[in-house]
């Protein structure tokens, strides 16, 4: 079951979220306990939801790409992965309760997006821009929104919103990185992800350009709120990234999980250092 919910995709809506956290400018050790109960909410239960109920959807496609895993390997029986994903949808919905109402219709919103993203007839992941978009929200633009809202129990201010749909956006290229590992079997079962009707090479390159042109705008953003400090780190930071990409793209199928574990990092991590700017932005 542990293997089902997948920890290791647990780390973006947590660190989105605690970006959020951060952004609200409100004093994080007198609210420690929404931090905590939020942090596992969007990832162990709503990122571990989302999972599972993805695995269910793609036991056909997982039986062809990777069919060690927990259902098609029948180590999750029968239709124990269908019941696992309906039952943490439903923690879910009940742990969201206990973050006040901004949390509860955050809550409500990821568990319709992740479903909606798997399970037919709407599965946008069939589609290689609405699927990926839609994660891409959903692990950082929400929770970074959902961290602030808790936090401040407010609507977040125009330039948290702003920066948490930026780093959302060029998610989606971190998304179709992503989907370079189930090419083949994606291909056989009709999931037009951007690896499979651009190619590799293009839909690597497509990826790249999502996610450099969102933080271009975050750090003209931030040099425009005077964080000039912030702006140049992320902007640093950035320039790791083009790095990382030029050598990813000369193999993009073969070094995309290679550009997980050093372009996502540096990625994130302006997640971070935009988030401390946010402090310091005046409201508008």
Not at 19 to 45: F, K, Q, T
Not at 231 to 246: C, E, K, R
Request: overall charge neutral.
């Amino acid at each position: 079951m542990l293997e089902l919910i997948k920890p290791v995709t647990w780390f973006p809506p947590m660190w989105a979220y605690a970006c959020g956290a951060v952004a609200s400018g409100v004093a994080i050790g007198e609210h420690l306990g929404l931090l905590i109960v939020g942090v596992i909410l969007a990832g162990p239960v709503v990122c571990g939801m989302s999972q599972a109920a993805n695995d269910w959807c793609d036991r056909h496609v997982d039986a062809i790409n990777e069919p060690n895993r927990p259902i098609p390997s029948g180590r999750i029986p029968g239709r124990w992965g269908l019941w696992i994903a309906l039952a943490m949808s439903v923690f879910s919905l009940a742990l969201g309760a206990m973050l006040g109402t901004w949390g509860f219709i955050a809550t409500v919103v990821g568990v319709i997006a992740a479903w909606a993203y798997s399970v037919e007839p709407i599965r946008l992941k069939r589609s290689g821009w609405f699927g990926p978009g839609l994660v891409g929200l959903s692990y950082e633009s929400l929770p970074w929104f959902t961290g602030a809202a808790v936090l401040s129990q407010t609507l977040p201010s125009g330039p948290i919103i702003l920066i948490a749909l930026l780093y959302g956006i060029g998610a989606h290229g971190i998304m179709t990185l992503n989907d370079f590992k189930a090419l083949e079997g994606d291909a056989q079962m009709g999931v037009n992800s951007l690896p499979v009707t651009l190619g590799p090479e293009k839909a690597a390159k497509v990826a790249c350009v999502v996610m450099l042109v969102p933080q271009v705008f975050v750090i003209l953003a931030l040099a425009s709120w005077e964080q000039s400090t912030h702006a140049a780190i992320v902007l640093a930071l950035l320039l790791g990234q083009l790095w990382a990409m030029s050598v990813m793209l000369k193999d993009p199928k073969a070094k995309a999980p290679w550009y997980n574990a050093t372009g996502v990092l540096m990625y994130v991590s302006g997640m971070m250092v935009s988030a401390f700017a946010l402090r310091a932005v005046e409201v508008f």
